[in-house]
């Protein structure tokens, strides 16, 4: 059995699915890969939750779920006023874990590269600001920087384009990767308002706390930013051109509708190029996705069209992305 020590960055709700899956298929990990993962560490913005010989996590969700905050647990354990950067560099782990919304994450994932440190995020900005540099940082060291959650949730189109399709040449893509919008949009279309669907999207967890980068355009932008950077190359968000759904009616969405055409947010791509904007498409088009599914086409030179079509928000499956990519790394450096 290989251990592998774990720090846990995060432990709002994507972060607490992560916490739940490592305890419940613990087990599964163990005899199906020969691997142990040992949580040292659980961070959220109270504080650090740090413990060498592995910590509790039934307890720290027990924990987070009644008080609300990790600095509420003094039982035992000791709680850290570390910033990110000084918990990477203080705690001894293989992988570090970002499922945090923090915008500044890039610089705390450039030190745990720095440091041998393996990083495995679904935090956007990091890659969509930052790629060359982070991606460059662990080749050169050859220490694995995995984020197939930043990208349709667990739906493995990060996979297929970074590990596969590795004698293709992708030509363009075209992509529905925002489920708040797509929420929206649909709903829309039956007569429901902006404002009422938005709301709900809110409280199933699709939306993020602050929903205007969904409307405005900006997590699609994010989400295609990264996937430019892995099927043509760097590219920075700054480069993208972005519309986002503020300017679409519910008219404008029913009149599409009574055409059999349907609108929505699609990312277009091709080499240097990235345009967001919210497009009429036909109502049999792979695209034409309903609630939180994403979908992508993708065409290359060899195989012609392929379209990668799955869950593309919600806790359990951002989880199952996140903790495939902490096995595949936990895999490489055991
Ligand atoms: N708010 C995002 C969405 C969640 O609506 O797609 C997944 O990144």
Redesign the pocket.
């Known amino acids: 059995m290989r251990g592998v020590k774990v720090s846990l960055f995060g432990f709002g709700n994507v972060g607490k699915a992560v916490a739940r899956v490592l305890l419940e298929k613990e087990r599964f990990f163990r005899e199906r890969y020969g691997i142990a993962l040992k949580v040292v560490s659980v961070a959220d913005t109270s504080g650090v939750v740090w413990l060498p010989e592995g910590i509790d996590l039934q307890e720290a969700l027990l924990v987070k779920e009644t008080f609300g905050k990790l600095s509420a647990w003094t039982n035992d354990y000791e709680v850290y006023n570390f910033t990110p950067e000084e918990a990477v560099e203080e705690i001894d782990a293989d992988i570090v874990i970002d499922v945090t919304n923090d915008g500044g994450a890039w610089e705390w994932h450039l030190a745990a590269l720095k440091a041998d440190k393996a990083v495995v995020t679904s935090n956007?900005p990091p890659l969509a600001f930052h790629y060359a540099e982070l991606v460059g940082e662990a080749e050169r060291r050859n220490v694995p920087y995995l984020f197939e959650a930043t990208v349709m949730?667990g739906t493995p189109v990060i996979g297929i384009l970074r590990e596969n399709l590795l004698g293709d040449t992708v030509e363009r893509i075209e992509a529905v990767?925002?489920?708040?919008?797509t929420?929206i949009l649909s709903r829309m279309e039956e007569g429901r308002t902006f404002d009422e669907v938005l709301r709900e999207?809110q409280s199933l967890g699709?939306?993020?706390r602050d929903?205007s980068?969904?409307i405005l355009g900006v997590?699609a932008g994010y989400?295609a930013t990264i996937l430019h950077c892995v099927a043509f190359g760097p590219i920075t968000f700054r480069e993208s051109r972005v519309k986002g759904i503020g300017g679409i009616s519910q008219e404008k969405v029913r009149e599409a509708r009574s055409r059999g055409r349907t609108i929505r947010l699609v990312a277009t791509l091709e080499r240097g190029k990235i345009t967001i904007e919210p497009r009429e498409i036909p109502v049999d088009s792979p695209l034409a996705v309903e609630s939180?599914e994403?979908a992508a086409v993708i065409w290359t030179d060899l195989l012609g069209e392929l379209v990668v079509k799955g869950a593309?928000?919600g806790l359990k499956e951002?989880a199952s992305g996140v903790v495939s990519d902490v096995i595949k790394a936990a895999l490489r450096i055991a």
Request: aromatic share 4%.
């Open positions: 956007k949730a990767l925002n489920a708040t919008t929420f999207a699709i939306a993020e929903p980068g969904d997590d989400k939180h994403n593309g928000a951002t």
